[in-house]
């Protein structure tokens, strides 16, 4: 993908998950990127202020390639700073996260103790080939992968930093467990028109089809211009159980032929809002809840108390109602050549 003599910033996250310090890898991948791409580098550190309004306004824009690398949240930041500006730069991807979503999909990152996730990713950023993705934009922040709300959304966010860096995927697991005590809520949905009501554990429009834990939703694609709308509405202990078999494997086929509460459609505007009555505990949530007290003496709460809130790729971004769009080719990112 690099020529000789191109400018490339580097805008990295020092404090990404999987990576132990920027004093182990930035240099190496500068190193690299100067002597086999023949680049001039430029790298800026976020910080807890940076935002996509202000985050090239240390180094301008004047450059021909943009790398992020940090997890999730810096590959959103950089990508709506791009898209926002309507800048033609294609973005690199140097996944130092956990769940690493976008890069994930892309086939930049991969799940391998073998296989070094940063030497793989400069060798994608060297050779590979730059292409139109679409974006979502959910009440004014782009996103990558997926929005979503309810307390299956809400397990997204809830892992600290220190859990995802000793566990990695299995921190969003453990919280995905403790979402089964939780009762569902009720959502007023409008999707292209058509306004509906419904009871659910978690929303999400995904722009993407693995999530890391598992496959969403089969259909979604980054190259269609539309946004999947996936609405969970488990009632039983079977019903996660038909969940976990669907997002282990990938299909939309439960084991034992049965079919879990699970609804997906192709959209290109939705909102959502909460309404604030929940659904009382099913029986089984009422056991699960009995069972925790017995064992810890403590009432449990739930996962997702107070406000809903909104979650884009994995990050908490305000309460509801989410608008969401879809904006076709909204950037060009850079991913392995096609042999």
Aim: with cysteine; aromatic share 8%; proline share 6%.
């Amino acid at each position: 993908m690099l020529n000789e003599t191109q400018r490339v910033l580097i805008v990295y996250n020092p404090a990404a998950g999987s990576a132990s310090g920027p004093e182990l890898w930035l240099g190496a991948c500068i190193h690299r990127l100067c002597q086999s791409g023949g680049s001039i580098v430029t790298t800026s550190a976020t910080r807890r202020e940076t935002t996509p309004d202000n985050l090239f306004a240390d180094t301008g824009t004047a450059f021909d390639m943009i790398v992020a690398a940090g997890g999730d949240g810096t590959v959103r930041m950089v990508l709506h700073a791009v898209a926002a500006q309507k800048l033609d730069i294609p973005v690199g991807i140097i996944p130092l996260g956990t769940g690493n979503l976008l890069a994930r999909n892309l086939r930049i990152f991969e799940e391998n103790l073998l296989i070094d996730p940063i030497e793989k990713a400069i060798d994608i950023i060297l050779k590979g080939e730059a292409i139109f993705i679409d974006l979502g934009l959910m009440n004014g922040h782009y996103f990558a992968a997926a929005a979503g709300c309810g307390p299956l959304s809400d397990a997204l966010i809830t892992p600290h930093r220190r859990d995802k860096e000793n566990w990695k995927m299995l921190a969003y697991a453990g919280s995905m467990v403790q979402t089964l005590a939780d009762p569902p809520m009720h959502f007023a949905v409008t999707a292209d028109g058509e306004k509906f009501h419904v009871t659910a554990a978690g929303i999400f429009i995904t722009n993407i089809a693995d999530l890391g834990v598992g496959m969403l939703s089969e259909s979604a694609s980054m190259h269609d211009g539309m946004l999947d709308l996936c609405i969970l509405a488990p009632k039983e202990f079977t019903d996660f159980v038909h969940y976990g078999f669907h997002f282990a494997t990938g299909t939309s086929s439960p084991i034992g032929g049965g079919k879990a509460p699970y609804y997906v459609r192709k959209v290109k505007e939705i909102s959502v809002e909460a309404i604030k009555k929940r659904r009382p505990p099913s029986f089984f949530q009422k056991e699960l809840n009995a069972f925790k007290y017995r064992l810890t003496g403590k009432r449990p709460t739930a996962l997702s108390s107070g406000e809903p809130q909104a979650m884009i790729d994995g990050d908490s971004c305000g309460d509801l109602p989410m608008v969401i769009t879809t904006v076709p080719d909204a950037v060009r990112v850079i991913r392995p050549a096609i042999q």
